[in-house]
């Protein structure tokens, strides 16, 4: 897979992008600019949500270890949590990577960053498929537990947690922004 | 819905023609720089810094965080106009120092401290 990636100067997608007319974009967009701004915005701060999720599921599982043992239904939503996180921040990272370095003058990166996605896809989809698989197995027993006392859940009174993520998708824009109108 | 009009308005000027368009060089200071991947290396390294470095409580740590995110600004920008760095560089060099964090003093220091010891000891070795 590595000298499949790094050998990247003459397989099939180097050739396509050599040959067909350069884009300042991925041909799928159609040259559409506020289409790729859109999608370069989402994919970037969604990757970084991810990460910010996954290291603070994993903090909590690795603090909680002596209290919250592997088969109580807190660690089974902490793993469900930690996988969906890990497969939406691959997914868009792996998307992120090829939509920032998409460039037709430099064939080789903009060929590395397409096949790369391809292998980065499938360890994310298998990601997604183990949270599904905790939730179906886990499913009697969660549901169980969470219809104990105290209900309902209070959410608005964790507003202030949502400020970090605010930032960074602010600053996601605004790179993304950067990318689009001053390439 | 403005801001996304206003990137169809600059954007299809510059997706028309990619090979026989100029890079959008901005000035500071008369100094030329690429608009692009400056501007996504600033955003990386603060976005990393958000998400780094506010783990710490207190008003100090405040001061110590602007402080290591203004130094990780600088020494990204000056990686990339040195080394001339198109946006998916920009943009991963600009993570990566600003993940360094306050690394990236200690980091320097082993650079520049051998250096400076031996040039002092040259200088002094000449002397006498």
């Not at chain 1, 067909?20 to 990757?47: I, K």
């Not at chain 2, 990393?48 to 506010?54: D, M, P, Q, S």
Request: with cysteine; charged share 10%.
């Amino acid at each position: 897979m590595m000298t499949a990636i790094l050998g990247a100067a003459g397989s099939a997608i180097a050739n396509m992008i050599e040959q067909s007319p350069a884009t300042a974009a991925p041909p799928s967009f159609d040259n559409g600019a506020s289409l790729y701004l859109f999608n370069l915005f989402l994919m970037t701060a969604t990757t970084f949500l991810g990460a910010m999720l996954v290291g603070k599921q994993c903090s909590r599982i690795w603090t909680q270890r002596f209290w919250d043992h592997p088969l109580h239904p807190v660690t089974l939503y902490r793993a469900v949590t930690f996988c969906a996180g890990v497969g939406i921040t691959l997914r868009c990272g792996a998307e992120a990577m090829f939509l920032w370095g998409w460039n037709p003058q430099d064939i080789v990166t903009s060929a590395r960053v397409s096949m790369a996605k391809r292998w980065i896809d499938p360890i994310a989809i298998g990601f997604g498929l183990m949270w599904m698989t905790i939730v179906v197995l886990g499913e009697p027993g969660i549901e169980h537990q969470l219809r104990k006392a105290p209900l309902p859940v209070d959410m608005w009174s964790r507003w202030p947690v949502l400020v970090r993520a605010a930032a960074v998708i602010l600053l996601s824009f605004v790179a993304a922004l950067a990318a689009v109108c001053l390439r | 819905m403005s801001a996304v009009r206003l990137g169809a308005a600059l954007g299809a000027a510059a997706m028309t023609s990619v090979a026989s368009r100029e890079p959008v060089i901005w000035w500071i200071f008369g100094e030329p720089f690429h608009a692009g991947p400056t501007i996504v290396c600033i955003c990386a390294v603060i976005i990393t810094r958000v998400i780094i470095g506010l783990q710490a409580k207190g008003r100090a740590q405040v001061a110590l965080d602007i402080s290591i995110t203004l130094l990780s600004l600088l020494v990204a920008i000056l990686w990339v106009q040195d080394q001339q760095l198109e946006l998916l560089a920009a943009g991963i060099t600009g993570i990566g120092i600003g993940s360094l964090g306050a690394g990236i003093i200690g980091i320097a220091k082993g650079a520049v401290g051998g250096r400076v010891r031996a040039a002092i000891d040259a200088f002094f070795g000449m002397k006498s």
